[in-house]
């Protein structure tokens, strides 16, 4: 079975400043996929980032970026400028690439990283 | 367009009532998902619809939970004879097709509080 797992409950970060959210997963799959979701206190889940296994190039967007390390079944989140805006909860998110027709493309979910942006 | 609506916001019961969660996926979207999230617990996922095909049942938790999609659109997540564990905010999500690893979109979620 798959899991994912995020090490750091809290983080804090100064406002301008740099982040690095962790994420790691456990799976046996060749091909899945990633994604890193945010939960600000309306708690409307928002994608932030998408990463595809088969594809080596870190995902970026705007201020996020992601450095997939696929050996070691590693998935971060780096927030570059980091703004008051970016305050939420932060959730990594495995789905396997299902071969059955039938499959279901479910999420496996971390259990998030709380991310405090300070003036 | 509009995004995924559910509704009610927030649902306060008492021990041992009926309620049911309803969710407005994106139009056009066939596939749609019932995620829980808990206190302590994240979030885990309850149940799939993928247009005509029969759902994916295998979260639900108990068989005093149900869901059904009608005309491939609409969804309702009915929960018989709540308990106070099933206190928690159910999220609602739906992908275009649900194949080849769509981003689900997701609702703002319905809290619901067992007393």
């Known amino acids: 079975a798959q899991t994912v797992t995020q090490s750091q409950p809290e983080m804090s970060v100064q406002e301008a400043e740099t982040v690095t959210l962790s994420c790691t997963y456990d799976t046996s799959e060749n091909n899945y996929y990633l994604f890193w979701y945010k939960q600000p206190p309306s708690r409307q889940m928002i994608l932030v980032i998408r990463?595809?296994?088969?594809?080596?190039q870190n995902a970026t967007e705007n201020r996020f970026s992601v450095n997939f390390q696929k050996a070691a079944k590693s998935f971060s989140l780096k927030i570059s400028d980091s703004q008051l805006g970016d305050t939420a909860m932060y959730f990594c998110?495995?789905?396997?690439?299902?071969?059955?027709?039938?499959?279901?493309?479910?999420?496996?979910f971390g259990t998030g990283t709380r991310l405090k942006v300070l003036a | 367009g509009a995004g995924v609506s559910q509704s009610p916001s927030n649902k306060v019961t008492e021990k041992g009532k009926d309620v049911e969660l309803r969710c407005d996926p994106i139009s056009g979207h066939t596939a749609l998902y019932w995620y829980r999230q808990s206190l302590g617990q994240g979030l885990e996922f309850l149940i799939y619809f993928q247009g005509n095909s029969a759902p994916d049942k295998s979260g639900l938790p108990s068989d005093r939970f149900s869901a059904e999609r009608t005309g491939g659109s609409v969804s309702t997540l009915t929960i018989q004879r709540t308990q106070q564990e099933d206190s928690a905010v159910y999220l609602c999500?739906?992908?275009?097709?649900?194949?080849?690893?769509?981003?689900?979109?997701f609702g703002p979620g319905t809290r619901l509080t067992v007393l």
């Open positions: 990463q595809e296994a088969y594809k080596q």
């Open positions: 998110a495995f789905m396997k690439h299902e071969t059955l027709a039938s499959g279901t493309y479910k999420y496996i």
């Open positions: 999500a739906s992908s275009l097709t649900g194949r080849r690893g769509d981003t689900q979109y």
